[in-house]
């Protein structure tokens, strides 16, 4: 809502979907919804989303879930088998539930659907029916970008998470909204990588935000990407254009994703700055064995006070 009113939108076009399995967490989202004047449906009873799903028809613009990570045992050996939310892909293996939650959200977005979810890092690589998943789904154009978050940004783990973007329409086409209009390019043949795990300001002493301005700086750097370049994106004053950058952001091709074996991983692609290769070894050495020398100086008078101290308190001590 916040985001809509940000953006001069009608919150009244906006319908909420969604389901929770625990009751407590149930009855707390629809009480926060309904004191903001929110209408939403969460289904009839806080239900299990894999075994349960009570919006088996819906079709969503946008998805936005922060589903359980690494989650074991999650369906029985022969449960769900047939399920129609992995059509066109591999059963989600029994022993991890990061996939089963992709294809949920997957097999849920409309026409021109996005979907934003984070999800451990583990979920970037792999074997097996994962591998087979995530392959299938690089080659539908469907994964539109791999963005690895900071540590500390969440109160129920301190691991750096991955925040995925998935989108039913990469090709070309154009979107007038509010405030804006967005020509997109097409994007089935590529995939961004952004990693911002050095990007961020501090949070109640030992967590991590988005500032405002870091904010904007990644969303202009992903909607860069998104669209296609004109006269003045192309280097004009005020333009912006996309472009790669070492540490931070890299855009890559199927071409070169079939390459590395269909892995997400951001480190892969983004370029790292190898900051050893510049430095003088023999300078480098010198400055050490100065640094050194100084240290161990220090020591040794450390020692000869403390000796002092004992033989003057008449407990002197022999080495």
């Not at 806080?46 to 369906?75: G, S, V």
């Not at 539930?97 to 999800?119: D, H, R």
């Not at 991955?162 to 090709?171: F, H």
Request: proline share 4%; charged share 30%.
């Amino acid at each position: 809502m916040k985001f809509i009113k940000s953006h001069h939108g009608n919150k009244k076009e906006l319908s909420i979907y969604g389901q929770e399995y625990t009751a407590t967490t149930y009855k707390l989202a629809k009480m926060n919804l309904a004191v903001r004047g929110i209408a939403a449906n969460l289904g009839d009873v806080p239900a299990d989303t894999f075994a349960r799903d009570q919006h088996p028809d819906l079709k969503a613009d946008f998805i936005m879930a922060n589903p359980p990570f690494n989650q074991k045992d999650w369906r029985a050996e022969n449960e769900l088998i047939h399920d129609p939310r992995w059509k066109g892909y591999e059963v989600p293996p029994k022993s991890n539930a990061n996939y089963g939650w992709i294809l949920t959200m997957v097999s849920k977005l409309s026409e021109n659907g996005v979907a934003g979810f984070i999800l451990a890092n583990g979920a970037l690589s792999g074997g097996g029916e994962e591998y087979k998943i995530r392959r299938k789904l690089i080659e539908n154009g469907m994964v539109e970008a791999i963005v690895i978050l900071p540590q500390n940004m969440f109160y129920t783990t301190n691991i750096s998470v991955t925040l995925w973007i998935v989108n039913n329409n990469k090709e070309e086409h154009t979107v007038q909204l509010p405030d804006t209009t967005r020509n997109y390019r097409n994007r089935k043949e590529e995939i961004l990588f952004m990693d911002l795990r050095e990007i961020g300001i501090p949070f109640e002493k030992k967590f991590i935000q988005f500032s405002e301005e870091n904010i904007s700086k990644i969303a202009t750097t992903y909607h860069s990407w998104q669209q296609k370049e004109s006269p003045l994106e192309r280097g004009a004053e005020g333009g912006v254009c996309y472009k790669d950058i070492s540490e931070y952001c890299y855009s890559a091709t199927l071409e070169e994703i079939a390459k590395k074996d269909y892995s997400l991983v951001p480190s892969k692609y983004i370029e790292f700055v190898n900051r050893d290769e510049n430095i003088d070894f023999e300078t480098k050495m010198k400055g050490l064995q100065t640094e050194f020398a100084k240290l161990l100086q220090t020591e040794e008078q450390s020692k000869k006070d403390l000796l002092n101290v004992f033989k003057e308190l008449g407990y002197e001590i022999e080495l």
